[in-house]
C-alpha cells in the first residue's frame, strides 16, 4: 500500500477541545433537568450528538427535546467555549509534510459543517486541506462509518487501501474499520493507549507533532 490521502479527525485530534465539549454537553444537560458527570460524558465525546445523547437520555427525552438539546448545546459552547480551543502541537508542520509528500489531506469530523469551518480557521490549515466532511454529511455519526464513506466518496479514485485515518477515540477506529480504513491514534484526546489498540489503532503517538518527528518509521511514510 502506498499512502495517497490523510484523513483527520478534528476534535481532540488536531483541536485540543475535548475537555471543552464535555463541559458545554453537561451545561446542556442541566439546563434541561438532567444531571451527569463530565467524565462519563467525556468518554464519549467523537461521537456525534445523535450517538451520544442516547448514552445520558430516554428515547422519550430524545424524541420529545433532543433537537433542542442539541442545539442549545452548540449555542453554549459557541458563545463559551470556542474562544478556549487551541491547536495541539504540530498540526500545521505535519499537515504540510503529508502534502510535501505528494499526499492529500482530508478531514472527517463529527461535528457540524459551520464548527468545522470555524475549526478550519482556528488550524490556520485551510489552504492545506483538500477535501472536508462534516455531520452535514453523513445520516449517523461515528462509530457508524457514514462519515467516512462520505469523506472518502470525496477522494475518489483514491479508495480505503490507498488511505489511512488519524483520530484520537476508539469511535474514529471503528469508524474507520468498518470502511476498511486502518487508523493511526493520538493520545492528545485523552483516551487510553489500551482503549485505541483494542478498537484497531495501527500505531499510536502522543500527538501529531509526536507523529511528525516519527515520520519515517510511521504508516504514513510505508
Given at each position: 500500500?502506498?499512502?495517497?490521502?490523510?484523513?483527520?479527525?478534528?476534535?481532540?485530534?488536531?483541536?485540543?477541545?475535548v475537555d471543552l465539549h464535555a463541559?458545554?454537553?453537561?451545561?446542556?444537560?442541566?439546563?434541561?433537568?438532567?444531571?451527569?458527570?463530565?467524565?462519563?460524558?467525556?468518554?464519549?465525546?467523537?461521537?456525534?450528538?445523535?450517538?451520544?445523547?442516547?448514552?445520558?437520555?430516554?428515547?422519550?427525552?430524545?424524541?420529545?427535546?433532543?433537537?433542542?438539546?442539541?442545539?442549545?448545546?452548540?449555542?453554549?459552547?459557541?458563545?463559551?467555549?470556542?474562544?478556549?480551543?487551541?491547536?495541539?502541537?504540530?498540526?500545521?508542520?505535519?499537515?504540510?509534510?503529508?502534502?510535501?509528500?505528494?499526499?492529500?489531506?482530508?478531514?472527517?469530523?463529527?461535528?457540524?459543517?459551520?464548527?468545522?469551518?470555524?475549526?478550519?480557521?482556528?488550524?490556520?490549515?485551510?489552504?492545506?486541506?483538500?477535501?472536508?466532511?462534516?455531520?452535514?454529511?453523513?445520516?449517523?455519526?461515528?462509530?457508524?462509518?457514514?462519515?467516512?464513506?462520505?469523506?472518502?466518496?470525496?477522494?475518489?479514485?483514491?479508495?480505503?487501501?490507498?488511505?489511512?485515518?488519524?483520530?484520537?477515540?476508539?469511535?474514529?477506529?471503528?469508524?474507520?474499520?468498518?470502511?476498511?480504513?486502518?487508523?493511526?491514534?493520538?493520545?492528545?484526546?485523552?483516551?487510553?493507549?489500551?482503549?485505541?489498540?483494542?478498537?484497531?489503532?495501527?500505531?499510536?503517538?502522543?500527538?501529531?507533532?509526536?507523529?511528525?518527528?516519527?515520520?519515517?518509521?510511521?504508516?504514513?511514510?510505508?
Open positions: 500500500m502506498r499512502v495517497k490521502a490523510v484523513i483527520f479527525d478534528i476534535d481532540g485530534t488536531l483541536l485540543d477541545s463541559r458545554a454537553w453537561v451545561e446542556a444537560f442541566r439546563h434541561f433537568g438532567v444531571e451527569t458527570e463530565e467524565a462519563a460524558v467525556r468518554r464519549q465525546i467523537g461521537k456525534g450528538g445523535d450517538q451520544l445523547m442516547p448514552v445520558f437520555l430516554s428515547e422519550a427525552q430524545i424524541a420529545r427535546e433532543g433537537e433542542t438539546i442539541e442545539a442549545y448545546r452548540s449555542d453554549l459552547f459557541k458563545r463559551a467555549y470556542l474562544s478556549k480551543v487551541r491547536p495541539v502541537p504540530g498540526v500545521r508542520a505535519l499537515l504540510e509534510r503529508i502534502r510535501a509528500d505528494g499526499r492529500r489531506v482530508a478531514l472527517a469530523s463529527s461535528g457540524k459543517k459551520s464548527e468545522v469551518e470555524r475549526y478550519t480557521e482556528i488550524l490556520g490549515i485551510g489552504d492545506l486541506v483538500d477535501v472536508a466532511t462534516s455531520a452535514d454529511d453523513a445520516d449517523r455519526s461515528k462509530p457508524h462509518p457514514d462519515i467516512f464513506a462520505a469523506v472518502l466518496e470525496k477522494l475518489r479514485p483514491i479508495g480505503a487501501r490507498d488511505a489511512l485515518a488519524v483520530g484520537d477515540t476508539p469511535y474514529d477506529a471503528e469508524a474507520a474499520a468498518k470502511v476498511r480504513l486502518a487508523t493511526i491514534g493520538l493520545l492528545c484526546g485523552g483516551f487510553p493507549e489500551a482503549d485505541l489498540s483494542a478498537a484497531g489503532c495501527t500505531a499510536i503517538y502522543r500527538d501529531p507533532q509526536d507523529l511528525l518527528d516519527g515520520y519515517e518509521s510511521s504508516p504514513l511514510a510505508h
